[in-house]
């Protein structure tokens, strides 16, 4: 079966360091992949996605993620993390029996020191 | 401006009552969803519908309903039959029912259980 692990619960960063998510995927073919962002109480906002190709894939507000076959993983990074980045984010993967539904991770609280 | 609208924001609920959370969207996409999100938990899916007067179970459908009447509006009713129905509800949508078309999600409903 499909799933996603992202095995960082809670992770804190000084605002200008740099940040990695980590995320690995369990899925016998080329999976789609995905990350997404969500302020307290909000929805879910798309960072970036992974269908094909180049395995840099460029979202916005500067994230960043690649998609490492060999590894399972598709990990989201920053260069420079800013006070606003702190939020949960989601991994998910796109599933290929639940219609077109994600299967998602767990999430990641992020949390920004200054 | 298009989007996915939920309504309400916040719902309580006596126990034993059924509720229905709106989702409505402008963006007129075929295919609409339901996610509840628990702490720590991630979300999973609830119900999923690719087209008008279709839906299908998700992995926790036990305790809820929805219905699909017409493409812009996916309600999902909590019954009295959903054991612990105290959670964050997140409705999306996209385009088509394809496995790369990014879901795009509301805002969410919180509902609590008194």
């Known amino acids: 079966a499909q799933s996603v692990t992202q095995p960082d619960i809670h992770i804190t960063v000084s605002e200008g360091a740099s940040l990695e998510l980590r995320c690995n995927y369990s899925?016998?073919?080329?999976?789609?992949l995905f990350w997404y962002v969500q302020s307290p109480g909000q929805g879910l906002q798309l960072l970036l996605k992974y269908f094909s190709g180049d395995t840099l894939v460029q979202g916005i507000k500067g994230f960043e993620a690649e998609f490492k076959r060999s590894q399972s993983s598709f990990n989201l990074r920053k260069p420079s993390v800013h006070w606003s980045d702190a939020a949960e984010y989601f991994c998910?993967?796109?599933?290929?029996?639940?219609?077109?539904?994600?299967?998602f991770g767990k999430g990641t609280t992020l949390s920004v020191s200054s | 401006d298009g989007g996915i609208t939920q309504s309400p924001k916040y719902l309580f609920r006596k126990e034993g009552q059924n509720v229905t959370l709106s989702c409505e969207q402008n963006?007129?996409?075929?295919?609409m969803y339901w996610y509840r999100q628990d702490p720590g938990q991630g979300l999973r899916l609830i119900y999923y519908?690719?087209?008008?007067?279709?839906?299908q179970k998700g992995d926790i459908a036990e305790g809820y309903s929805v219905s699909r009447e017409k493409k812009e509006s996916f309600p999902l009713t909590v019954t009295s039959a959903q054991k612990n129905p105290t959670a964050f509800y997140l409705c999306?949508?996209?385009?088509?029912?394809?496995?790369?078309?990014?879901?795009?999600f509301g805002p969410g409903t919180r509902l609590t259980v008194l």
């Open positions: 963006l007129n996409h075929d295919a």
């Open positions: 519908s690719q087209i008008v007067n279709d839906f």
């Open positions: 998910a993967v796109a599933s290929n029996q639940a219609g077109t539904a994600l299967i």
């Open positions: 899925y016998g073919a080329t999976p789609y």
């Open positions: 999306a949508s996209s385009m088509l029912a394809g496995i790369t078309d990014t879901q795009y």
